[in-house]
């Protein structure tokens, strides 16, 4: 099966389409990348994405219009894709679409809201689409996050490891022989660090390019100590985060009646609070694997290594599964399993009542091929097509 995986993450600044060929072996599913493109979003589609977040307020039309233009670009990306690295022709196509709110009320996430309609991508490509995966598992008592879980569990099963995603909120998925995988959103990765960026220079640079500001900068272990108190880290698992708490102005809050950093100290501070906070959840495994934009981040990187040294860190490169493709890789893998009718997530990792065939179907011109009989117990990654 051919299938082309579609996400913008939380620092919602372009679009990332990543195809796979999948097949069954035995009780593995195999899974081989065939490459991956990043796509911008156009300028004034961008503006108007982050004039809707919370805690910003917008209107149904402005939601109604996001909605569909969002997925206008999304089935672009989807038609490049299918061009450039599939060949002309794909299988199946799986939108995780943009999420602009994760309702989280006490603890419980009682809704959550992923923009980018799937009909515009179905009607582009003429592939079967899967979308929507992530209101099956609230509404069956769950988080809805990290959905990546299952799939970090079958690629490192028998591990004693923790897969991190470092994206603009940081997720991680605890693995160890013989018990049950926990997964939980560790707070913020890129989110304040870009926040503070975009904020001092006016919107003209988004982030911390190669992490330079971070090693230009001191760390303020005042002000480091102040945001470690941030009650969500003392959470219980599962938990989930997003930008509804972690964004720009929850920043300017923690800041007031400071005397403001320098913006070099200030980034430094930000990247130790996220060594610091993804470190604390993942401590005393031996294998810490690292995907996302944070790996591009060598301040961060480093930090965070400095923070686990009896472990081995390591991206996600390092063993096979291209960084910066991995979250849409996954989102790929489970809407394979969507369309097989196998569930896509572990209750013990979003705290669901029950697993869930995960997302809603359109169906295409043609049916995917079914590769699966029942649901696979490991996930093997060869190299790139």
């Known amino acids: 099966m051919r299938i082309i995986g579609l996400m913008s993450g939380t620092s919602h600044d372009a679009i990332d389409a990543a195809a796979c060929d999948l097949w069954a072996e035995g009780d593995d599913l195999v899974l081989r990348p065939r490459g991956m493109i990043s796509v911008p979003y156009a300028p004034s589609l961008r503006a108007r994405l982050i004039a809707a977040l919370p805690p910003r307020e917008t209107t149904m039309q402005e939601v109604c219009r996001l909605d569909a233009d969002i997925g206008r670009a999304f089935a672009e990306v989807a038609v490049q894709a299918r ?18 709110f994760h309702d989280v009320r ?64 940081a997720n991680a998925t605890l693995l160890r022989p013989g018990a049950d995988p926990v997964a939980f959103d560790t707070g913020p990765a890129n989110a304040l660090i870009d926040a503070a960026v975009a904020e001092a220079t006016g919107g003209e640079r ?3 390019e190669d992490g330079r500001l971070a090693a230009g900068g001191t ?14 880290y003392a959470l219980p698992a599962p938990k989930t985060t997003g930008k509804e708490l972690f964004h720009a102005d929850y920043l300017a809050d923690r800041l007031s009646g400071r005397v403001r950093p320098r913006l070099e100290d200030l980034v430094a501070t930000l990247t130790a609070l996220t060594a610091r906070t993804v470190a604390d959840a993942v401590r005393g495994r031996e294998l810490v694997v690292v995907s996302g934009g944070g790996t591009r981040n060598p301040a961060l990187m480093g ?15 390092d063993l096979g599964l291209p960084s910066a493709a991995k979250e849409a890789l996954a989102f790929a893998v489970l809407g394979a399993l969507t369309v097989h009718g196998l569930p896509g997530t572990l209750p013990s990792c979003t705290g669901a009542r029950r697993a869930s065939v995960l997302g809603a179907i359109l169906p295409g011109q043609t049916t995917p091929p079914r590769i699966l009989e029942a649901a696979p117990a490991r996930l093997r990654v060869l190299p790139s097509a």
């Open 83 to 100: 061009s450039e690295l599939c060949d002309g022709a794909a299988d199946l196509v799986v939108s995780h679409g943009q999420t602009m």
């Open 106 to 169: 006490d603890g419980a996430v009682h809704g959550t809201l992923q923009l980018g309609q799937p009909a515009w991508i179905a009607e582009a490509t003429g592939s079967t689409v899967v979308a929507d995966l992530r209101s099956r598992d609230v509404a069956a008592g769950g988080q809805g996050a990290p959905l990546v879980s299952l799939v970090d569990a079958l690629w490192l099963a028998g591990r004693d490891a923790a897969v991190v995603n470092l994206g603009g909120i």
């Open 206 to 208: 988004r982030y911390d």
């Open 219 to 232: 760390v303020d272990d005042a002000l480091l100590a102040m945001l470690l108190a941030e009650p969500y």
């Open 303 to 317: 930090m965070l290594r400095a923070q686990l040294p009896g472990a081995s860190v390591a991206t996600s490169d």
